[in-house]
């Protein structure tokens, strides 16, 4: 069976441009073919002015009839020369240098990784009239290349509004967002694993930086013809930019990942609403309506949906780090009573931390979570739902349901055996753990264990501060500083400024006061 591969190729206006140049005109007078002032109008329409439908039609006509069939490019013998465009009546193939986005089409469609394949091409259209008449233009002329192409060959065009040249803030409030958005739809239109591929030889300078970062973040290919778009020789001129090893930023994720998966949160503190005003808004990952609060913008839906395929929620860079400091931590203070385990399997339950009493054989569950996870532990509403038990199901795989599972499947024998749940919560500066909402899903959490018959649950809470500043070196690793080089203690007078010490060695970790009194 044949597979599917899918180009996007960006629409600039060289189509249109090449049409114009000296040179070809200059092959059009000496045959004496041609539609006079055809050429003036074509200027007025790459400098932004309208034309009447008649006019652009006209345009169309000339471009359809010659340029694109009966035109082709004479090859030189000196490298140097200037190339020279030639008319023949009689020829009626495809003027492969006719525009940037044809040639390089074409040279892409040679690679072996689209050899008899379905290709479908995505020719991605500015929001312009210029642009929208190449598209057409180009796809037309792809389209006449589908008796040479042993698989099958399929031409769409996509318009991206918003996305043009002469206004400055349409760009960035439509067209920035409504390219990714583009992205986004193309991908979803096939399968996960089903390939994709940037051309960004053509189209507008500040598409080009958008679509690099799209590739290197979903590992696309890139590809671009080096070579001006008049060129006779360019089977050497394709180059292709494969995916480097570089990946998101990860401290960031840790943080964002919560939120990023709604897409107009709700009930923020002021706390968060200041995380999003520093880091989320100026990322252009939401966009602030004005009334305090905020909308996921598609550059959002994209760095979302590369999270969601490439990190499992609760299992972030950061929960990793904060597992094995609290698996130090345990082994200090545990050392003679219990024997301190790891990531343990119990009835096909994996399990953070498990301290296995010597002397009772009694177990003690310890669970290392995310201030957001527990957070969103459950779908609450507030303190009314919380009452009626109401709790709506989504198809976030939130941590108290999955809990909940976890606790279904373990036998009635290590259900008995485990003496007490600790709960050990990690935030950070723009989380507050005495917010109404936290306090609420702990609630339910609470219940949720006492439920499964394990009679004590402890909540402990330690405070982190990673560096997410914009603007910080990308030398600083706030992990080795916040995180690896520090212990985590109970003893708040550790904490104190030590004068032989000025860097701060540990993390406070508090028994959560709220289950004192619970």
Same mark, same amino acid.
């Given at each position: 069976m044949t597979s599917t591969i899918k180009l996007v190729t960006t629409v600039g206006v060289s189509l249109l441009t090449n049409f114009d140049s000296p040179e070809v005109q200059k092959a059009y007078a000496a045959r004496h073919i041609g539609d006079l002032g055809i050429g003036a109008h074509l200027r007025g329409m790459l400098r932004g002015e309208s034309v009447s439908p008649l006019i652009e039609e006209r345009i169309r006509e000339n471009i359809g009839s010659y340029f694109l069939n009966q035109t082709y490019l004479?090859?030189? /013998?000196?490298?140097?020369?200037? !190339?020279?465009?030639?008319?023949? !009546?009689?020829?009626?193939s495809v003027n492969r240098? #006719?525009?940037?986005?044809?040639?390089?089409?074409?040279?892409?469609? &040679?690679? /072996? #990784?689209?050899?008899?394949?379905?290709?479908?091409?995505?020719?991605?259209?500015?929001?312009? !009239?210029?642009?929208?008449?190449?598209?057409?233009?180009?796809k037309e002329a792809l389209e006449k290349i589908q008796l040479l192409?042993?698989? $099958?060959? %399929?031409?769409?065009?996509?318009?991206?509004?918003?996305?043009?040249? =002469?206004? $400055? $803030?349409?760009?960035?409030? &439509?067209? =920035?967002?409504g390219l990714f958005a583009e992205i986004q739809k193309v991908k979803k239109l096939f399968p996960r694993n089903a390939p994709l591929h940037l051309n960004v030889t053509a189209g507008y300078k500040g598409v080009l930086p958008v679509l690099s970062i799209i590739?290197?973040? =979903?590992?696309?290919? +890139?590809?671009?013809?080096?070579?001006?778009?008049? %060129? %006779?020789?360019?089977?050497?001129? +394709?180059?292709?930019?494969?995916?480097? !090893?570089?990946? =998101?930023?990860?401290t960031k994720a840790d943080l964002w990942q919560p939120y990023l998966m709604e897409e107009k949160p709700k009930g923020l503190s002021e706390l968060e609403k200041q995380l999003f005003e520093e880091q989320l808004v100026p990322y252009r990952l939401f966009s602030p309506d004005g009334q305090g609060n905020f909308q996921r913008t598609s550059l959002g839906k994209i760095f979302n949906s590369y999270l969601n395929e490439n990190t499992p929620h609760g299992n972030t860079v950061l929960g990793l780090y904060m597992e094995y400091k609290f698996l130090d931590f345990f082994l200090e203070e545990f050392d003679q009573s219990y024997n301190v385990r790891h990531s343990i399997?119990?009835?096909?339950?994996?399990?953070?931390?498990l301290l296995d009493n010597i002397e009772s054989g009694n177990q003690i569950w310890v669970e290392v979570k995310a201030f957001n996870q527990v957070r969103h532990a459950y779908d609450l509403n507030g303190e009314k739902d919380l009452q009626k038990r109401n709790y709506k199901k989504k198809k976030i795989n939130r941590y108290g349901e999955k809990l909940a599972k976890q606790l279904g499947k373990l036998s009635a024998d290590n259900i008995r055996n485990k003496e007490s749940f600790y709960l050990m919560v990690f935030y950070q500066r723009f989380q507050d753990p005495?917010?109404?909402?936290?306090? +609420?899903? +702990?609630?339910?959490? $609470?219940?949720?264990?006492?439920? #499964?018959?394990?009679?004590?649950?402890?909540?402990?809470?330690v405070k982190i501060n990673l560096s997410m500043d914009l603007a910080a070196s990308a030398s600083n690793n706030p992990y080795k500083q916040?995180?690896?080089?520090?212990?985590?203690?109970?003893d708040a007078e550790k904490l104190k400024p030590d004068p032989r010490r000025p860097y701060n060695r540990y993390l406070l970790l508090k028994e959560y006061d709220y289950y004192k009194t619970c």
């Open positions: 004479e090859e030189q /013998k000196r490298p140097a020369s200037k !190339p020279k465009w030639k008319y023949d !009546p009689d020829r009626k240098h #006719a525009s940037a986005e044809i040639q390089s089409t074409l040279e892409i469609l &040679k690679r /072996k #990784a689209f050899q008899e394949k379905n290709v479908q091409i995505y020719l991605l259209c500015t929001d312009t !009239p210029v642009s929208g008449l190449a598209a057409s233009l180009i192409w042993e698989g $099958k060959l %399929s031409v769409k065009i996509r318009l991206i509004e918003g996305l043009q040249i =002469f206004d $400055k $803030k349409e760009f960035e409030d &439509k067209g =920035f967002d590739g290197q973040l =979903f590992r696309y290919p +890139l590809y671009y013809v080096y070579e001006h778009a008049n %060129s %006779s020789n360019t089977a050497d001129a +394709l180059i292709e930019i494969p995916p480097m !090893p570089v990946q =998101f930023d990860w399997d119990q009835d096909e339950v994996e399990i953070d931390l005495e917010e109404e909402k936290f306090k +609420l899903n +702990l609630q339910k959490l $609470k219940e949720t264990i006492s439920d #499964a018959g394990i009679g004590e649950f402890r909540v402990f809470v916040e995180i690896m080089n520090k212990k985590i203690t109970m």
